[in-house]
């Protein structure tokens, strides 16, 4: 049974009758959640799925309001949080560091102590080689080219482990699907029956894997591609292009699972947008209702962020990932998008 532990210490402060402020920290131990472990093969099998791992969530968070009416009767209030997150796994019960979530044959996805949970995992990039003589010049302790096979228009891949050639034990932490903190802020205003009402709405920190990137751009170059496809690099044509060259053989693996695919999730949304006016009371009584208000309302109406992908808010789903049953974390497969609303609406109090 998965067992949790929590801790908050708060502090709420109001003075003037119109601030008001509070400060909560949290940390949060989810002890026992299922994991697989090795056990000794004499018994059959490799490994078994027991309650042994422990994570911890913790952070701050903080919010103030700021409530005023002046003197020509406009109604105001304007509000804001802020919070930080941090994950950790604190412990694998001995299982080891794993992998998962397949994704064309590779593991995207890690869970290892001391690390936050299911963070993205593959190799680190350093650019393009632009000439045969940077491949060249690429070299380990024994002069020998560290990317033999690589041609002008490929990636070059960071020798992690210092092994002095390119393979698994240079894959590495390539960023964490888990935002490092999330806000929020707004207004609302009245005045003489007129009502407005914004609210604003982002994270900062988190990092996606773009499979949309992935697919679009190296898959299979005798398909569609997109249109960024047009600045890749070519020896004769685009000799600066920064994006790796498209061809069929692939001998530089630059397919693999790398950070050239993971871009920045961070992101400020306009969440909702509202105007309504209500009507004056008297009036509203000689049609038999006791308030009449008209509104419009828009939801999503602008996103501002660095993410190439349809949307940063990917909305993953977190359990269970211990045991290699996770949906993805940090992974745009083509998620659709939140849509953009608009909304016309009549409120009626009889």
């Not at 309650?51 to 804001?80: C, M, P």
């Not at 699907?177 to 009245?190: H, N, Q, R, S």
């Amino acid at each position: 049974e998965i067992e949790e532990i929590q801790g908050n210490y708060l502090l709420d402060i109001s003075f003037l009758g119109k601030f008001d402020f509070g400060f909560d920290y949290y940390s949060k131990d989810t002890k026992d959640v299922l994991v697989n472990i090795p056990i000794p093969r004499m018994s059959g099998y490799s490994r078994q799925v027991v309650n042994a791992a422990s994570v911890r969530n913790s952070g701050f968070e903080f919010n103030g309001s700021y409530t005023t009416t002046l003197s020509q009767g406009l109604d105001i209030r304007a509000y804001g949080n802020f919070a930080t997150v941090s994950n950790k796994v604190r412990s694998l019960g001995g299982g080891g560091s794993f992998s998962f979530t397949q994704y064309r044959g590779n593991n995207i996805n890690r869970v290892e102590e001391g690390q936050p949970l299911a963070f993205l995992y593959g190799y680190k990039t350093d650019g393009i080689f632009h000439s045969q003589e940077e491949i060249d010049t690429y070299l380990n302790k024994d002069n020998e080219k560290i990317q033999p096979t690589a041609k002008p228009g490929d990636l070059k891949f960071v020798d992690v482990d210092g092994d002095g050639s390119i393979g698994g034990n240079d894959r590495t932490k390539i960023g964490s699907g888990f935002p490092k903190f999330t806000y929020g802020f707004g207004v609302d205003l009245a005045y003489k029956g007129f009502d407005l009402n914004m609210f604003f709405q982002g994270v900062g920190g988190s990092q996606i894997f773009n499979a949309l990137k992935y697919e679009g751009l190296f898959v299979n170059p005798a398909c569609n591609q997109y249109t960024e496809i047009m600045g890749r690099f070519h020896p004769e044509n685009n000799p600066n292009g920064n994006l790796p060259r498209v061809t069929t053989k692939d001998n530089n693996s630059n397919r693999r699972i790398s950070d050239y695919y993971v871009e920045s999730g961070s992101y400020l949304r306009m969440k909702t947008l509202t105007l309504g006016y209500t009507f004056n009371k008297n009036l509203s009584k000689k049609i038999g209702l006791q308030k009449l208000r008209v509104y419009v309302t828009a939801q999503n109406l602008f996103t501002i962020t660095p993410y190439s992908g349809f949307d940063p808010d990917l909305g993953n789903a977190y359990s269970n990932e211990l045991n290699n049953t996770s949906t993805d974390i940090g992974i745009d497969r083509g998620q659709f998008p939140q849509p953009r609303t608009f909304i016309l609406g009549v409120n009626l109090n009889f």
